[in-house]
């Protein structure tokens, strides 16, 4: 893999950002507060003894997991930020200070890498997986990275991602406000330019995010234009069952919040 420092800070290492991220149930918690990840795991199936790529590993919740719980082979992280690289070697530190100690261990192994300009190496890689990354990337960056995960996995391999759902990630006009209808406090949710592809800033703990709208079928073209076969695609939102436990959430059900992919290479 090639290794450069990134253009501009990513937002991840800005400060203000950093410091709300971190505080995120799914930041402190890990794989149990990320209320997808039941669906993401039986996606995966099993990952014993392959070799496992995560492409913006963030703190290393799934890198640790995927090691030390699931018994991948081997498993190396990266991520752009630097920030969130430090934090993902602490945690691993203190979960697993034996393996870290031990000469030829198992322990996870991380670089800093730039999703839009990463080089993999061919038939790296068993799995490659990528939780809510994605969606930072221009349209044309995420085609050239789907194309560089097809080269980096061996035949029958897999690559499992989420991202934020293009309805969810479509611009709200900023004097909305969500109110009542009915019973249920059912929200009103409003979807706006869906077809225009492209930035989109946005105030979430902090000012001036940047996220990448695209449609569902730009995803799912990425993929399949790449050489991929596709095995699933789920829509994610709260279960009628979780939001009968958590009726404050019910409006959660309004739209989908995450778009889950897993797609194989042809043997």
């Excluded at 999703?115 to 990354?133: C, F, N, Q």
Aim: glycine content about 8%; some cysteine; hydrophobic content about 35%.
């Amino acid at each position: 893999m090639s290794q450069a420092e990134p253009s501009v800070l990513p937002i991840y290492d800005r400060p203000d950002f950093y410091s709300g991220y971190s505080k995120l149930a799914r930041s402190v918690d890990g794989l149990p507060s990320a209320h997808e990840w039941p669906t993401l795991r039986k996606m995966l199936g099993d990952i014993s003894n392959v070799r496992v790529l995560d492409l913006g590993c963030g703190f290393g919740y799934f890198c640790r997991w995927a090691q030390h719980e699931a018994g991948a082979r081997s498993v190396h992280g990266v991520d752009v930020s630097a920030r969130m690289l430090e934090r993902a070697r602490e945690l691993d530190a203190d979960m697993h200070p034996q393996q870290q100690q031990q000469e030829g261990s198992k322990a996870v192994s991380y670089s800093r890498e730039d999703l839009k300009t990463i080089t993999l190496e061919k038939g790296r890689y068993d799995l490659v997986y990528s939780s809510l990354a994605l969606h930072y990337l221009p349209t044309p960056s995420f085609q050239r990275l789907v194309r560089e995960v097809r080269n980096t996995l061996v035949p029958g391999g897999r690559f499992v991602f989420s991202v934020e759902h293009p309805i969810f990630t479509a611009p709200i006009p900023p004097d909305t406000t969500f109110r009542a209808s009915g019973e249920g406090d059912a929200r009103m949710w409003p979807l706006d330019s869906y077809a225009d592809e492209g930035p989109r800033v946005r105030n979430w703990l902090a000012d001036g995010v940047i996220k990448q709208h695209r449609t569902v079928e730009a995803y799912v073209s990425g993929v399949l234009e790449a050489g991929f076969v596709l095995k699933e695609l789920r829509e994610w939102m709260p279960s009628e069952e979780y939001v009968r436990e958590n009726p404050t959430d019910a409006g959660e059900r309004d739209r989908p919040l995450f778009l889950l992919i897993a797609a194989e290479v042809r043997k």
